[in-house]
C-alpha cells in the first residue's frame, strides 16, 4: 500500500488597490509602518487563535477572529479577510466542527497572507 500525503494549498489574494490607497492616504514611510504593525499584529492574533482554540470562549474567538478580518481588510489580505469572516460566522453559529475546519484554515492562509505581503513590500517578520 502506498501512502500519499496531500497539502493543502490554496492561493492568496493582496489586494494591490487597498496597499497603493494607503500609500497615497499616509505617505509612503508612514505607510510601510503601518503595514509593518498590521503584519506583526496579525501574526499575534493568529498565534493567538492557534494557542487558546480549545481553551477560549466562543466571545473570545469570535472577537480575535472579527478582528483579524478588520486588520486583513485595511491591509488588503482579502483572502484572509474572506476567511476569518467565515471563521466568526461559524463560531456565531456555535458549529464547533466548521469552526476547527475554518479556524484551521485560517491559519494556513494566514501565514501564506502573511508572507505574500511582506515579500511584495519588503517586509521582515
Known amino acids: ?18 496597499v497603493n490607497q ?16 498590521a ?13 487558546r482554540l480549545e481553551t477560549a470562549s466562543a466571545d473570545e474567538l469570535c472577537r480575535c477572529a472579527r478582528s483579524l478580518l478588520g486588520i486583513s481588510d485595511q491591509i488588503g489580505l482579502d483572502t484572509l479577510t474572506m476567511v476569518a469572516e467565515d471563521v466568526a460566522t461559524c463560531i456565531e453559529n456555535n458549529d464547533p466542527i ?8 485560517l ?14 513590500q519588503g517586509l521582515t517578520r
Request: hydrophobic share 40%.
Open 22 to 37: 494607503l500609500v497615497r492616504q499616509s505617505g509612503q514611510e508612514a505607510a510601510h509602518d503601518i503595514l509593518a504593525r
Open 107 to 120: 491559519l494556513r492562509i494566514g501565514e501564506r497572507s502573511l508572507s505574500e505581503i511582506c515579500e511584495l
Open 98 to 105: 466548521a469552526t476547527a475546519a475554518t479556524t484551521a484554515r
Open 1 to 18: 500500500m502506498q501512502v500519499s500525503i496531500l497539502t493543502m494549498k490554496e492561493p492568496v489574494y493582496v489586494n494591490p488597490d487597498r
Open 39 to 51: 503584519v506583526e499584529e496579525t501574526a499575534l492574533r493568529l498565534g493567538h487563535l492557534a494557542n
